[in-house]
Each structure stands twice: as structure tokens, then as C-alpha cells.
């Protein structure tokens, strides 16, 4: 019984967590980071990242999302009302998300080759690859990644995680 009141707790703090990172229409939020718990239960699993900026962010995730996820990794993981609901493993394992090749008051330059996009009804994943190699996830909104694809080169100016905007090269 204590079990399943402190998951009860853990998994309220999560939904409570999740929602700092969830839009406010319902659209997928992505969020990237290093793992350092994943806590199973019968009906679904806690996983709990740390965030390029030292924040900790737990979600709650349906039965088997997690399998062969261990603390460490490095994942992207798609939010959807609080819920986890897609995931993937960072190509590199890095402890944050590298940064871009620029700074300006917060404003991030990231530039390169458009290694894949993950599209949601609203707003995508656009994974870039830098000259370095790393890839760097960018979350944008579909109205401004019109016209990209696969294999694009572009340069993304990010705020946030979040692209002010997308131009090809």
C-alpha cells in the first residue's frame, strides 16, 4: 500500500512537472534530455530527465515506451497532455544538448544538414546536424519549417529550444 501511495505522489508530481512543458492547445511539446530514473509500475513507467539547463522533468509513459532505456541515455521524448508518448534515442550521448555555434542575448545560430523531422499536428522535431557533427533538436511550428525536408541545409535561429525561425541555406 505505501508503494503504490508514494508512485501515486511521484506520479502526481509528474503530471504536475509535465504540464510546465505541455502547449496550452493540446500540441506536442518535445523535450530533450539526459535520463536518471525511470520508476516502473503495473499500469505504465515514471521517467524522470535532466535538462540541458540543470531542470528536472518527470512524465509518465505507457507500459513499454521505456524498454532498453537506462539512466544515462540521452533521449527526445514527445509530450502529449502530460503523457509521454513517442521516444528516441539521442544519436550522440552527450550530457545536454550541444550548443550551436553562435550566442546572441539568448538566441541560439544553429547551422546545418536537416537529419530528420518528426511532425506533429502543430509543431515538429527538426534534428540538425552540425559541421562538428553533433545534432542539435530544434522544437519549431509547422508554419515555420514550411518548405524544409530531409537533407535541407538551414540555418535556425532558436530562443528557448524553440525556432524563431527556419531559412534553407
Known sequence: MRKIIIFAFILGLAVFSAGAHSRANGSPQ??????????KGTDGSLLSMELPGGELFSVPSAP?????????????VQVVEGQAMLLRIAEKSAPSTPAPEKKDDGVQWVPGEVVSMERGPT???LSVRMSDGTVFNVAA??????????????????????????TKK
Open 141 to 166: 511550428s509547422n508554419d515555420k519549417i514550411k518548405g524544409i525536408k530531409v537533407g535541407d541545409h538551414v540555418i535556425a535561429k532558436v530562443f528557448q529550444g524553440w525556432a524563431q525561425s527556419v
Open 64 to 76: 513499454g515506451l521505456l524498454e532498453g532505456i537506462q539512466a544515462g541515455d540521452v533521449v527526445t
Open 30 to 39: 518535445w523535450v530533450t534530455g539526459r535520463v536518471v530514473s525511470i520508476v
Open 123 to 125: 509543431d515538429s522535431l
